[in-house]
Nanobody, 125 residues
Framework: QVQLVESGGDSVQAGGSLRLSCTAS????????IAWFRQAPGKEREGVAA???????NYADSVKGRFIISKDSAKNTVFLQMNSLNNEDTGMYYC???????????????????WGQGTQVTVSS
């Protein structure tokens, strides 16, 4: 079992930045794929970014170049640095994890087994 806790969500102006944190109960960064998802009102859940145990990353096209996923293995924490925010980035952000192959938020990626409670991000313009 892996417990995930998100923090850092806030209300910001368009063009601003936020950093989200996801802290795991174990050293998931050494064994698990960790990813960020988001869901806006009236929209489907969307994969945002993922980081594998070896540090490899991938991003949704909508955030590539603006968001950076990283980790601090000593603190069992994964970060999502979000820059140049716009109103399309508004939503509830969740971190999630799974073990094994296929660490990706691309269409067709495998399901995630563990989920945090979410943290709200609201971008106003």
């Amino acid at each position: 079992q892996v417990q995930l806790v998100e923090s850092g969500g806030d209300s910001v102006q368009a063009g601003g930045s936020l950093r989200l944190s996801c802290t795991a109960s174990t050293r998931t960064s050494s064994e698990y794929c960790i990813a960020w998802f988001r869901q806006a009102p009236g929209k489907e859940r969307e994969g945002v970014a993922a980081i594998d145990f070896d540090g490899s990353t991938n991003y949704a096209d909508s955030v590539k170049g603006r968001f950076i996923i990283s980790k601090d293995s000593a603190k069992n924490t994964v970060f999502l640095q979000m820059n140049s925010l716009n109103n399309e980035d508004t939503g509830m952000y969740y971190c999630a994890a799974h073990s094994g192959w296929g660490c990706s938020v691309a269409p067709g990626s495998r399901d995630f087994d563990y989920w945090g409670q979410g943290t709200q991000v609201t971008v106003s313009s």
